[in-house]
């Protein structure tokens, strides 16, 4: 065998060579590929399954969220409609007023047991209702409701009429707009987690 068959036999080879080297370098970046769309196909799955259990998770979440804005606005309206009604001078006040007291506590002690599914500034908001509205507007007719027996005390035993309730009625008086604007304000905080706006809301009303 003279030198260029030799050389011609090599170059022969090596390009046979390269050619299965290319063919395998081909074939093991063909699998990489398929094997990385397979992993790539069940990452996807397992982060669609993902988002779809925090999709779950946050609906059970506001529905919850939902349930209990829905009782606190519902006792919290009905203790300050209550005690607007008793700024015009009803009747039973005394009566009235241990209800009102009832309410307020059942109100404070539902609140304290859901208080985790609110953020700061609606807790901030709820106390300033409980420190700021609740206790004057309470204080206030409690006062009446005493002073009305204590006027019924006072006509039967001297047969004369006492006005002892004024006081304790302009006090409830002038606390109800406090109390009616921190409620409000609450409320904002209320509509903001449900996402309903306060026009949204007034439409519906």
Request: hydrophobic content about 40%; aromatic content about 8%; charged content about 25%.
């Amino acid at each position: 065998m003279n030198w260029s068959q030799f050389f011609a036999q090599l170059v022969m080879q090596l390009a046979v060579s390269s050619l299965t080297l290319a063919a395998v370098a081909y074939l093991a970046k063909a699998l990489i590929a398929q094997q990385l769309a397979k992993d790539l196909e069940a990452f996807k799955r397992q982060l669609a399954i993902e988002a779809e259990r925090d999709r779950i998770r946050f609906s059970k979440l506001h529905e919850r969220r939902a349930e209990i804005i829905e009782k606190l606005y519902q006792q919290l309206d009905h203790i300050t409609g209550m005690l607007g009604l008793q700024s015009g001078r009803t009747t039973n006040t005394s009566e009235i007023s241990d209800h009102l007291t009832k309410e307020v506590v059942s109100l404070g002690h539902y609140y304290r047991q859901h208080a985790l599914y609110f953020p700061t500034s609606v807790r901030e908001k709820f106390e300033r209702v409980f420190i700021r509205g609740l206790p004057k507007a309470i204080l206030a007719l409690h006062g009446i409701g005493d002073m009305e027996k204590f006027e019924v005390l006072f006509r039967e035993c001297r047969g004369k009429e006492v006005d002892l309730v004024g006081g304790f009625l302009t006090g409830l008086k002038e606390q109800l707009p406090t109390l009616i604007q921190l409620s409000r304000d609450l409320e904002q905080e209320f509509q903001a987690i449900l996402g309903v706006s306060a026009g949204e809301a007034n439409r519906h009303s």
